[in-house]
Every structure is written in C-alpha cells, then in structure tokens.
C-alpha cells in the first residue's frame, strides 16, 4: 500500500520496473512504436533509472515523516487499530490485483502494444473500463463485509470490544482506497509500458503530502494533551484520519493522470470483457494468485498476532509497520537495484540457454547485495534505538515506545540480508521463466512463517511479540534463499557457492568488527545506547554509525572483499578527476 504499509514481498518495491519472467520493461522502443505526444527520449534506461532512484529516496523520506506524525497523533494504542485498519485494503489489493499486474497484465499490454496497430490503445481502453468496474464492484463488497473481516482480523482474548469497533470504524473510512490504488496501478502500468516512469514514482509523494496535511490539522484542531485511546477517541478524529487517508489514495490516482495525456493515451469507455481474452488472463495468473494468496495468509495471521499483543505498554501493528519499512528501504534501495541492473542480462542469457552465465549473475548478485547491505545491517542492529528515537519519538510516542521499536529494528536488522538474497533467487526463477517453481517455493515458506508467528506469540512476552514476528519473517526469508539456491543449483548447474561462501564470510568478520567498535563507542557517549530524546539520539548516530562505516570499509579493504575494492576504487577515481 502506498503510504508505506506493509506488503507482501513479491510485490515489486518502489522504483523497480515491472517485469515479465525476468524481462524488464524499460523503453519505448521496446515495447512499441512511439506514439502521439510521447517523447522518444523517455526511453533512455539510464535516465528514468535515475529519475525513479531520486524519487523512491524522495518518497521513503516523505514517507517515514507521514508515519512518525500518525504516531505522534494517535499514539500505539489508536495507531495499532489505524495501522491494522490500512492493512486489509492492501491485503486485499495484493490478491485482487497486485501480483497479476506485475506478471500478466503488464505483459500482456507490452504484447498488444507490439502486435495491433493502434499501439495497444483499444485493448488498453477495453481493459481498464472492466478493471473499473470490477475493483468498484470488489471495494463496495468488501466495504460491506468490514465488520466481519476486522472480527476475525482482532479476535482474541485481550482485544477490548472499543478496539475491535475502533479498527471496524477505521477500515469503513480507509477500506475504499482499494479502488483507488487499483486503477493507480492500472494507469501506472499503462504508462510503464509506453515507457514512462516519473509519474507512478512520484505519485506517491502526492498522497503522503495530504496525510502529513492531514495530521498537522489534527494537531493544531485537537493537540496532543488528551491521552487518545480507542474508548475516548471522538468522531470528528476518527473521521479525520481515516478520511485524509483515503484523500491521500485518491489524490495519488488523480495526480497520474496528467502522465496519461502526456504519452498519448486517451481514456474512453470501452465495455466489452469478451475481447480480452479472460480465460488467458485466468490461466496466466493462476500460480501468481497462488503465490499472492499464501503471502495474505501470512499477513492476516501477522496483523491477528501483532492486534492481540499491541497495547498503551507494547508495540504492536503501528511499531512493526515503522520497522518493516526502514527494512524495506534498506532493501529497495540496495537490493533491488542490484537485482533490477543484473536481471536483464541473467534473462537474454537464460532465453539463449547460456545457464553458466546465469548461475555467474546470480553469485555476483548475491555478492554484491551482501557486500553493500552489510554496514546497513550493522547501523541497524546496533543503532536500532537511536535510529528509532530520531524517527519516531514525539507527540503521543513516548521515548519508551521508540526505544520499544528500536527492539524491533534490532531484530529486523538479521531479516535485511536473507531478504533480499531469497528476492534475488525468485527474480532468477522469473528469468528461467519458472513462476510455478517460485509459487510451490513459497508454499512451505509461508507454512513456516504463520507457524513462528503463533508459536513465537504463544511464549513471549507481549511486549516483545512485534520483535518476534520480525524474527519469523527473517527466518521464513532464509529458508526461502536456502531453498530457491537448492533448487536452482538442479537447475541451472554449478552456483559458485565456494566463492560466495568465502565472500560472505570475509563480509561478515568486517561488519562484526564494525558492530563491536561501535558498541563500545555508543556506550561511552550520553544515553549509553538508549538515548533519552533526539539530541543524544543524532549523537549516537552520528558517531556510531561513522564509526560502523570507516571500520566496516577500512576491514573490507583489509580483506580483500572485491566489491566493496571496487567501489571504494571508483569513487577514488572520480574525486581523482
């Protein structure tokens, strides 16, 4: 969900291209013949990468802003409900649309684009106007059925009635944005396709602009003295919030459509399911929906555990939500761009049956992600407080709660490396165009998963239930890398594991020397590691992370690490000009 939520991790995060089997839809001059009003030179590669990276960066900062002020006007026990109201429509999004879009219709609009004469445009019309109506039809029902959904979602025996009505009230307001972010999606695709990327990259930042708006009317209509929980929560907050919040969606939808004209596409209804070709689309989707359905299950047991332990003194659905996005730009910013550069050579190389070549992408992916992850794992697993005090302390949070998620990010920060690993692995079936494989993959993964969160939530304390979803996640994400690289050593042959073996181990003496001398240094400075405030916070990071930084590299180099060798090269090179 837009808005940093948390999403299933098949989902193609911010800035990454859409991608059919591994195959990157870059250009125009790939996808089809230039079309009225659409600029030849929106498909330089290099261009719209770096205009898609500034704007993720973009995005994530406003982003965090956007969830540090829903903290610090609801506080945790109002920004658990809220945060578990925005995840049933991105659940539900995720099943309706998210996957498919990424696997089917986007490819599918690329081939019509290449194949009719009009430039895909009559497909794309006829396409969009049944989207519409189904994901109208798909939001109204759901809307209807919200009490039931947030019952099963909240059940348990130490939810309070007010929460569980809290949480119903919420998702009335916020379960519409289903609608919204499906045809965000849908045009965003279209002009994906036409090789137009700025728009859906920076759209975003439109329906993170109107929540932050959102919260400072709030805070300057009702302020903060009033402890807010959901027995005392008025209805003019509730309808506030929730309300903003689907004005950010609809904002978001609206703010792409300018891009529409601008590629050439113009919008007419055009009703007639028949021409697409549903069965196709049905069967082409089939393994996807069954991958996007075992991740929600996921999510409703996640969401299920995080509402019965969340609470005034624990971090519940609201920290773990923080968390797992400061995960997620740890991951899309180096992961994914690692990956989103490596996969069009692994997929020509798959295609023409070069397998060496593709087991060699796959080492050097592993070995890059690793190499460059590496000093980000450190900051987080030994600055996890200090990063969470300077993001999240403020309003309605309390220095305890942020220190809470500063727990949680401690935990988080094991999760970073198998995650993006085990992404890397899928995109490689992707390219080997084994879907299926990915989806059968994923089945025990998420088996694995729901059972660490219901045995981690049995026998800990509740206080430290959000942490241990986290850990689950991590865990479910090493079994994933380690089961993909199984499989794939069958298929593809030789992985040069010895070397990335080797690679990983030199990786992680640098960062655990890092990781100590920055404990040390922490230790000595005012908050010992648990900062009391913002201040000591930027102190604690400032040196602690300068420290984890000048170590990690300085031991790297030591070691002979050729990645982070040759980095540290080029950048000697260009300061050298």
């Given at each position: 969900m837009n808005g940093g939520l948390y999403r299933s991790t098949h989902a193609a995060p911010d800035g990454r291209p859409p991608t059919q089997d591994g195959v990157t839809v870059v250009s125009?001059?790939?996808?089809?013949?230039e079309q009225p009003g659409q600029s030849s030179s929106s498909g330089s590669t290099a261009g719209q990468s770096a205009i898609m990276a500034v704007g993720s960066l973009v995005s994530r900062v406003i982003g965090f802003v956007r969830n540090a002020l829903i903290g610090m006007v609801l506080g945790e026990a109002v920004g658990d409900a809220y945060t578990g109201a925005q995840f049933l429509p991105g659940q539900i999004y995720e099943l309706l649309l998210g996957g498919i879009l990424s696997s089917v219709l986007i490819p599918l609009l690329v081939r019509r684009r290449k194949a009719d004469p009009d430039g895909g445009q009559e497909f794309t019309q006829r396409l969009l106007s049944f989207a519409v109506v189904m994901l109208g039809l798909a939001t109204v029902l759901v809307v209807l059925a919200a009490p039931l959904i947030t019952a099963i979602q909240t059940s348990g025996d130490t939810t309070t009635p007010a929460f569980r009505e809290l949480v119903t009230d919420f998702s009335y307001l916020i379960l519409p944005i289903?609608?919204?972010t499906g045809v965000s999606a849908l045009i965003g695709a279209v002009l994906n396709v036409r090789g137009h990327f700025a728009a859906p990259m920076w759209a975003p930042i439109l329906n993170n602009i109107v929540v932050i708006a959102v919260c400072g009317v709030f805070l300057l209509v009702f302020g903060t003295d009033k402890d807010l929980t959901p027995e005392n929560i008025s209805g003019a907050e509730l309808t506030l919030i929730g309300a903003g919040t689907?004005?950010?969606?609809?904002?978001q939808a609206i703010g792409l459509l300018p891009a529409l004209r601008k590629v050439g596409f113009r919008w007419a209804w055009r009703w007639a399911p028949r021409e697409l070709g549903l069965r196709e689309i049905g069967h082409l989707a089939g393994w996807m929906l069954c991958y996007v359905g075992a991740n929600q299950i996921a999510v409703f047991a996640l969401v299920r555990a995080l509402n019965t332990a969340g609470g005034e003194d624990n971090p519940g659905a609201l920290a773990f939500n923080n968390v797992f996005l400061l995960m997620m730009m740890a991951h899309g910013i180096i992961g994914v761009s690692v990956i989103t550069a490596l996969l069009p050579k692994m997929s020509a190389a798959a295609a023409e049956?070069?397998?060496?070549?593709?087991?060699?992408?796959?080492?050097?992916?592993?070995?890059l992600v690793t190499a460059a992850l590496a000093p980000i794992v450190v900051a987080y697993a030994v600055l996890g407080g200090p990063i969470a005090v300077l993001l999240f302390e403020g309003g309605r949070i309390t220095n305890a709660d942020a220190l809470a998620m500063g727990t949680v990010l401690t935990v988080a920060a094991f999760a970073v490396l198998p995650l993006s690993i085990s992404f890397l692995c899928t995109n490689v079936f992707y390219a080997l165009q084994g879907n299926k494989t990915a989806a059968l993959i994923n089945l025990p993964v998420v088996a694995v998963r729901i059972a660490g969160y219901f045995v981690l939530a049995a026998i800990l304390d509740a206080s430290l239930t959000a942490a241990g979803m986290t850990a689950a996640n991590?865990?479910?994400y090493l079994l994933s890398a380690l089961i993909s690289l199984a499989v794939l050593r069958r298929r593809i042959g030789r992985l040069n594991l010895g070397s990335v073996a080797a690679s990983l181990l030199r990786v992680a003496i640098a960062g655990a020397v890092a990781a100590g001398l920055a404990v040390l240094v922490t230790r000595l400075l005012p908050g010992s590691g648990a900062p009391d405030g913002r201040i000591e916070a930027i102190v604690q990071i400032a040196v602690g992370g300068a420290v984890i930084l000048i170590a990690y590299i300085g031991m790297a180099l030591l070691l002979r690490v050729g990645e982070v060798s040759q980095v540290v090269g080029m950048v000697r090179r260009k300061i050298g000009r």
């Open positions: 125009v001059e790939e996808t089809g013949p289903i609608f919204f689907l004005l950010g969606m609809v904002v049956g070069r397998l060496a070549e593709v087991s060699d992408d796959l080492s050097r992916g592993i070995k991590g865990v479910s």
